[in-house]
Each structure stands twice: as structure tokens, then as C-alpha cells.
T-cell receptor
């Protein structure tokens, strides 16, 4: 059974801090790893990673995948209160089935 | 930007009643997914469609849940009878890909929050 473990489960930081969110996985026939941000409604897509070692970057957010060690990190620099959300990691395996972790709750305090 | 449409946004029902949720995926998206998300957990797949066919419903509690996508476009998820433990957010998502050729991410609707009393 595919498995995704995220850590820490929750995190409180102050504006301007840098945070690193972790995701490790076990999946049959790995195809991709995705990061989503979820506020009070639907998860919104952040990144999809398919190749090891390649960094995806969008503004203050970046992510990298290590397929050998089966993990990914999501980095947020210069955090803002608007970054407060649940960050979900998911992996795609056989038949495009997407398996999610439990999420990391990030709270950014002013 | 095109969105996945879901209705209703909120639903309160008594246990043992029937309830139905509707989803209209992004136009042209062949793959449609229904996920259930319990508070504090990540979404869990209930059923996956490719066009009108079910690809994966291994996690769907078939004694009470049913899903259909008759014309391969919009979809309905039904629960009958509802139980207290069904209280959750029900998320619909769609993607361009066909199973086995995963190249694009899932796009989620805003969900239906179900409360069973």
C-alpha cells in the first residue's frame, strides 16, 4: 500500500522566518510527487516533481525531490501571514492513484 | 481560469437519510476523482473515473456509497443511508491525464462539507 508521511505535523513561525516541510514516501511504480496548499477550502496546486534533484521554484517557495532517499522538501523563505495553511504532499503511483499525507499545518504569526 | 464546480457547498443531513453531491470537472478533463477529507487528515480517494468508466473504487464503501459519471462529464456521488462517521469534506478533482500516463496535476473543486446529525 502506498504511504506518505509528512513532518512536522504542525509548525508555528514568525513572519520573515524560513521553513522547511518534509515529505517521505513509499509507493509502487512512482510517477510524481505533488505539493498542495490548502486553506479553508480546496487544495491548490503548488509543484509537481518527477525527476530527482531538480528544484522547482515559484517566488518564495521551492521544492526538491530525492528519489533515491524517497523524500521531498518544500521550502518557504521570508514567510508571510498569508502562507498560513495546511501543506499537503501526495505521490502518484500505479494507475495514477494519488495518495496524500496528513498534511502539515503552518501558522505564521505577525 | 477554469475551475472544478461542486455543489452544494454545505449539506446537513440526519443519519439514515440519503444525500447526493454533484461535480462538474474542467472542460476536457477525462479523469475525475472523488476524495473524502476528514478534519485533520489528508484527502482519501473514494473513486476514480476515466471518462464514464470506473478505474478505481477499491476504497468506496459500496454498501452505502455509489458514484456515476454517465456521459463522461459531470458526476454524482451518493450516500444512502448516511452515518455519523460520514461527516467530512467531499472533494472532487479532475485532470487531463489517463491512468498510467500521469503528466498533469489534479485540480480540486471547493468541496462539499457534509455534516451528519
Amino acid at each position: 500500500e502506498d504511504k506518505v508521511v509528512q513532518s512536522p505535523l504542525s509548525l508555528v513561525v514568525h513572519e520573515g522566518d524560513t521553513v522547511t516541510l518534509n515529505c517521505s514516501y513509499e509507493v509502487t511504480n512512482f510517477r510524481s510527487l505533488l505539493w498542495y496548499k490548502q486553506e479553508k477550502k480546496a487544495p491548490t496546486f503548488l509543484f509537481m516533481l518527477t525527476s530527482s534533484g531538480i528544484e522547482k521554484k515559484s517566488g518564495r517557495l521551492s521544492s526538491i525531490l530525492d528519489k533515491k532517499e524517497l523524500f521531498s522538501i518544500l521550502n518557504i523563505t521570508a514567510t508571510q501571514t498569508g502562507d498560513s495553511a495546511v501543506y499537503l504532499c501526495a505521490v502518484t503511483g500505479a494507475n495514477s492513484k494519488l495518495t496524500f499525507g496528513k498534511g502539515i499545518t503552518l501558522s505564521v504569526r505577525p | 481560469e477554469a475551475e472544478v464546480a461542486q455543489s452544494p457547498r454545505y449539506k446537513i443531513t440526519e443519519k439514515s437519510q440519503a444525500v447526493a453531491f454533484w461535480c462538474d470537472p474542467i472542460s476536457g478533463h477525462a479523469t475525475l476523482y472523488w476524495y473524502r477529507q476528514i478534519l485533520g487528515q489528508g484527502p482519501e480517494l473514494l473513486v476514480q473515473f476515466q471518462d464514464e468508466s470506473v478505474v478505481d473504487d477499491s476504497q468506496l464503501p459500496k454498501d452505502r456509497f455509489s458514484a456515476e459519471r454517465l456521459k463522461g462529464v459531470d458526476s454524482t456521488l451518493k450516500i444512502q443511508p448516511a452515518e455519523l462517521g460520514d461527516s467530512a469534506m467531499y472533494l472532487c478533482a479532475s485532470s487531463l491525464d489517463q491512468p498510467g500516463t500521469y503528466n498533469s496535476p489534479l485540480h480540486f473543486g471547493n468541496g462539499t462539507r457534509l455534516t451528519v446529525t
